[in-house]
């Protein structure tokens, strides 16, 4: 497939497309055997016609319309991709001969692109990096959770607890007769930590070994076998052990131990460092997404209503992927929810068309700095990503030999490396002049409005003088 592209006004261009003759006879041969598929003809079975006769039945012209236009869409994409075009909406293809066998097929392909957003020509970034820092308790919280981690249970002679380890034997009935697996000798349970059935929990706490108690418990409605569903169970509950929690001293020996560190303090210093990293990536993502929205903030474009519209199907489909991975579909979750695509759609369409006025404000900036990926710094990029799964060559090979999978890596990278650059030119500011920021934008729109509304009241006025008086 050759392509070549024709920018012409309105954010349209015009693309011109050659087919190699190897992929219309590939379209020729698709659309015979489809064709086949479906026609009946007389002493054959439905769809075992050979192929032959059933070109010569239905005729050239019908073979050859039903290649192109089972063909022409897959052709149009793929000249897109190859092209590098981001097409919006319907394109007017055309064609001056229809395809034929053995020979080259040439169409052209007119559809709008989006609009190139303008920028200041001073253009200055600032955006708030927020300032996260390890609160001081952190670090003590996480030693107690290790610490709680590596505790042990040790009979004691004291009143059951929330928490304690608990050793039982139990019996339930109905009517005085045992209720099949409601019968436990010697099991261990945790106090108050929601495995029995409340009833049962909350009769364990203050008991003590030795002791025993009949708790009467209506059974739950999802009980099996579902006779036994909401009736009354009297179970007959016998504490042998009461097992308390001891916690391990909070010394190195516990870092040694517990965590591998040869002090405590390093097992401390550990946690805060891996905290501030956390917490510096979390900084830097933020930090990447405020510059974007600046740069889109300041940015003058039309944001066209196809474009919208595409990023809200994206979202759609992706949603209902995600649910559909737990089993749920989309709209059986929104009337669940009391909501209507529609409405999800409305919902969506503000943030959708920010996120789109942020990505033609990045192409603007990406065409002003001339950021560009080669071919070479792409394949090196696929190979490190495929490294990083753990595939091999063939993946890169595969990748930049399909034009679409290529330029759609590419774009992301361009778009990676354009927003990049952009961070990497932003100021960080705090959150007050990022408000003084905004407000004085806002403030300039606004004096903007009335100065033209008044424009048209002293046209008014010149046009009609003798209004006042």
């Not at 169409?107 to 020509?121: E, S």
């Not at 510059?291 to 039309?302: K, S």
């Not at 196809?306 to 209902?320: E, F, K, N, P, Y």
């Amino acid at each position: 497939m050759q392509t070549a592209v024709e920018t012409l006004e309105d954010d349209k261009v015009r693309i011109r497309v050659e087919i190699d003759a190897h992929d219309v006879d590939h379209a020729f041969e698709h659309a015979l055997s489809d064709l086949a598929k479906d026609v009946r003809l007389p002493g054959f079975r439905k769809g075992k016609a050979p192929v032959a006769v059933v070109r010569q039945r239905l005729g050239e012209e019908a073979v050859r319309d039903e290649a192109l236009r089972s063909h022409i869409n897959g052709w149009w994409r793929r000249a897109l991709a190859a092209a590098g075009v981001d097409g919006i909406g319907q394109p007017e293809i055309d064609w001056d001969e229809l395809p034929v066998e053995g020979a080259p097929f040439t169409f052209t392909g007119t559809v709008q692109v989006p609009p190139r957003a303008t920028l200041p020509a001073t253009l200055e970034l600032a955006a708030v990096k927020p300032d996260l820092t390890v609160p001081d308790d952190y670090v003590d919280e996480e030693v107690e959770r290790i610490r709680a981690a590596g505790a042990t249970f040790e009979v004691a002679a004291v009143a059951v607890e929330s928490g304690h380890q608990v050793l039982v034997d139990m019996q339930g009935t109905i009517d005085g007769k045992a209720i099949k697996d409601a019968q436990a000798t010697d099991l261990l349970v945790e106090a108050g930590a929601g495995r029995l059935l409340d009833e049962l929990d909350e009769a364990l706490i203050g008991m003590q070994a030795g002791e025993s108690r009949e708790v009467t418990v209506t059974l739950p409605q999802e009980q099996k076998p579902k006779k036994l569903a909401g009736r009354d169970a009297v179970f007959a509950v016998s504490v042998k052990e009461v097992r308390v929690r001891v916690l391990p001293d909070l010394d190195d020996e516990f870092a040694k131990q517990v965590a591998g560190f040869d002090t405590l303090q390093e097992l401390k210093d550990d946690i805060r460092q891996g905290r501030e990293q956390n917490l510096e990536r979390e900084a830097d993502g933020q930090f990447r997404r405020n510059v974007l929205q600046d740069l889109g903030a300041q940015v003058e474009v039309d944001v066209p209503s196809a474009m919208v519209g595409r990023r809200i199907d994206d979202r759609l489909q992706s949603m209902a992927r995600s649910l559909g991975q737990q089993g749920i579909e989309l709209e059986q979750y929104l009337r669940m929810m009391g909501r209507d695509l529609n409405t999800l759609a409305m919902e969506l369409a503000p943030e959708c068309e920010r996120e789109v006025r942020e990505e033609l404000a990045l192409d603007a900036y990406i065409e002003r700095h001339g950021i560009a990926v080669t071919d070479d710094d792409l394949r090196a990029f696929i190979a490190e990503q495929a490294a990083a799964e753990g595939e091999g060559d063939e993946v890169v090979e595969r990748i930049m030999g399909d034009a679409a999978m290529r330029e759609d890596v590419r774009r992301d990278l361009v778009l990676k490396n354009g927003l990049d650059h952009a961070v990497e030119a932003a100021k960080a500011i705090t959150p007050e002049e990022a408000e003084a920021r905004a407000n004085a934008r806002s403030g300039s729109a606004a004096d903007a409005a009335p100065a033209e509304h008044n424009g048209e009241e002293a046209d008014d006025a010149s046009a009609d003088p003798e209004q006042e008086s």
